[in-house]
Nanobody, 115 residues
Framework: QVQVVESGGGLVQAGGSLRLSCVAS????????MAWYRQPPGKQRELVAT???????TYIDSVKGRFTISRDNAKNTAYLDLNNLKPEDTAVYYC?????????WGKGTAVTVSS
């Protein structure tokens, strides 16, 4: 059973920064493609960023230049650095670990950006 746990959310003012972390249990973390999603209040969940190994990255347009996805395979951890945050970035952020055709979700971490 793969467990995915996010952390690092919180309340921040517009223009501020946060670092979200996502730990995936089990061996062979290097085989996971990792992704961050977010779900704003009252809206659908959307894909924000992805990273494979050895590090191909993708981002949605609205976060390019502000968010950075990375991973540390030795720590079984993926990160999402959120910079220059805007109120519209307010959402629950979810991490998903994908491997061998299966996806494993965490329970999310809430980010609130005040104006």
């Amino acid at each position: 059973q793969v467990q995915v746990v996010e952390s690092g959310g919180g309340l921040v003012q517009a223009g501020g920064s946060l670092r979200l972390s996502c730990v995936a249990s089990g061996s062979s973390f290097v085989d996971y493609a990792m992704a961050w999603y977010r779900q704003p209040p009252g809206k659908q969940r959307e894909l924000v960023a992805t990273i494979s190994d050895p590090g191909s990255r993708t981002y949605i347009d609205s976060v390019k230049g502000r968010f950075t996805i990375s991973r540390d395979n030795a720590k079984n951890t993926a990160y999402l650095d959120l910079n220059n945050l805007k109120p519209e970035d307010t959402a629950v952020y979810y991490c998903k670990a994908n491997r061998y055709g299966a996806g494993y979700w965490g329970k999310g971490t809430a980010v609130t950006v005040s104006s």
